[in-house]
């Protein structure tokens, strides 16, 4: 089994409407991230939580919002998705020594 | 600020041969860490291989080994006997310092895109 999944693999939704990507890891790690990629942008972070208590805005943290459900899990929300919204969305997890493993990836489309 | 530098958008090999693939970075501090993560067409982000700047030795992992030369500030990827399968985005990363504290996360470059030509 992967150690760091995500849910759903694939999303098309409508603007306006709320959507929430999941993850979970099985790693024990405390690190966890949300990022997105677009196209010749690379990555970019949304939020980081470096533990259950702990959440931190990313560079680009407007129109999203997160939950660190525990230890193992870590939610995205868009509360209102944009089409600007559609792009490849990873989660990920980092050791102690900063090495980051991530999730298949989760390519959500806003029509 | 920190920053790194990919300036290869894409690169071209013939399998078998070996490639470098260029990342240098920007930073003040003393004590950071360097990655390379490949991205093949099915989209999943995969570890490679990490370098300390303390490390003394150039990092291996089988047929990627990491060229890092500290007072240039490069850290080139080097992969041997290119396969088919190394067709991919590669992206270079490093971690911010101690400076940044326990926030510090990675600063990512924008990649360059691997062909592997049969």
């Known amino acids: 089994d992967a150690d760091v999944t995500q849910t759903p693999r694939n999303r098309i939704t409508k603007t306006g409407k709320r959507i929430m990507l999941e993850c979970s890891q099985t790693?024990?790690?405390?690190?966890m991230y949300w990022y997105r990629q677009d196209p010749g942008l690379g990555l970019r972070l949304i939020y980081y939580?470096?533990?259950?208590?702990?959440?931190n805005k990313g560079e680009i943290s407007d129109g999203y919002s997160v939950s660190r459900q525990a230890q193992a899990k870590f939610s995205l929300s868009l509360e209102s998705a944009i089409p600007n919204q559609t792009a490849l969305y990873f989660c990920?997890?980092?050791?102690?020594?900063?090495?980051?493993?991530f999730g298949p990836g989760t390519r959500l489309t806003v029509l | 600020a920190q920053k790194i530098t990919q300036t290869q958008p894409g690169m071209f090999v013939q399998e078998k041969e070996a490639v470098t693939l260029d990342c240098t970075y920007d930073?003040?501090?003393?004590?950071?860490?360097l990655f390379w993560y490949k991205q093949p067409s099915s989209g999943e982000m995969i570890f490679l291989i990490y370098?300390?700047?303390?490390d003394e030795q150039n990092a291996t992992e089988g047929r990627y080994s990491l060229n890092f030369q500290k007072a240039r500030k490069s850290a080139n990827l080097v992969i041997s006997a290119s396969q088919l399968g190394d067709s991919a985005m590669y992206f270079c990363?490093?971690?911010?310092?101690?400076?940044?504290?326990?926030?510090?996360?990675?600063?990512w470059g924008l990649g360059t895109s691997l062909a592997v030509n049969p």
């Open positions: 990920a997890t980092s050791d102690p020594a900063d090495t980051q493993y």
């Open positions: 790693k024990g790690h405390d690190r």
């Open positions: 939580s470096f533990d259950v208590k702990d959440i």
């Open positions: 930073t003040s501090d003393q004590s950071y860490g």
């Open positions: 370098q300390g700047s303390y």
């Open positions: 990363a490093m971690r911010e310092g101690w400076n940044a504290g326990n926030n510090r996360k990675l600063i």
